[in-house]
């Protein structure tokens, strides 16, 4: 039973290029949590999705960032026109339960953006 | 607003001895506290968790104490092992919405052989 898979692990973009990074999660789970680590810093919360749903965005940047779950396929998090900030690692987390405390991580996908 | 601080980023300590990483948070709606532990290329891994009800949770070699007049939680790890070499983020929550857990920043704890 594979755990949180995601995927690229690195992705490295010039600016004004887009990001896409993928999360499926654990078998079973139907919530997905995105978060975002900054150096030198800890995981802040994006965005909080069920299947074909958005749940809680209010971590989200108002622009450029989007997400979704499709009832199909993985959880996409897609942020367009890239820039030197968005460098970053990003995790993906699931649970089975809605608003469970204790999420699953993937190893995350670190975006470099030159 | 950094609700949840991990004031030492990083710590080192002998084999077999203690570890203590400590945690201060500001916000008083957080009733759930938990540790996660991270190593280099993996993601966080829940390790230890206590509730607002509770002062004190024990669990094997970890045991997180929690003092709530004090907004502040502790994790000690003891006997400390190399194995233990990670970074430790502190995370809360609160009921009304526990999906925005809050992180602190990390504690990069180093046990030497």
């Known amino acids: 039973n594979a755990g949180v898979m995601q995927n690229p692990r690195h992705l490295v973009r010039r600016r004004g290029q887009e990001a896409r990074l993928r999360c499926s999660p654990m078998?079973?789970?139907?919530?997905v949590y995105w978060y975002r680590q900054l150096p030198e810093e800890g995981l802040k919360f994006m965005v909080y999705?069920?299947?074909?749903?958005?749940?809680?965005e209010s971590g989200m940047p108002k622009e450029r960032f989007s997400a979704e779950f499709p009832k199909e396929g993985p959880s996409i998090l897609r942020i367009q026109q890239v820039v030197r900030g968005d460098s970053a690692a990003y995790f993906c987390?699931?649970?089975?339960?809605?608003?469970?405390?204790?999420?699953?991580f993937g190893a995350g996908s670190r975006l470099t953006v030159l | 607003d950094q609700q949840v601080k991990q004031n030492s980023p990083s710590l080192s300590v002998q084999e077999g001895r203690i570890s203590i990483l400590n945690c201060d948070y500001t916000?008083?709606?957080?009733?759930?506290f938990l540790w996660y532990k991270k190593y280099p290329a993996e993601g966080p891994t829940f390790l230890i968790s206590i509730s607002s009800i509770k002062d004190k949770n024990e669990d094997g070699r970890f045991t997180v104490f929690l003092n709530k007049s004090a907004k502040h939680l502790s994790l000690h790890i003891v006997p400390s092992q190399p194995g233990d070499s990670a970074v430790y983020f502190c995370a809360a929550s609160a009921r009304e919405n526990n999906n925005d857990m809050r992180f602190g920043a990390g504690t990069r704890l180093t046990v030497k052989p």
């Open positions: 999705l069920q299947k074909e749903n958005i749940i809680d």
């Open positions: 987390a699931s649970s089975l339960l809605s608003g469970a405390n204790v999420l699953t």
């Open positions: 078998k079973g789970h139907s919530h």
């Open positions: 916000n008083s709606m957080f009733d759930y």
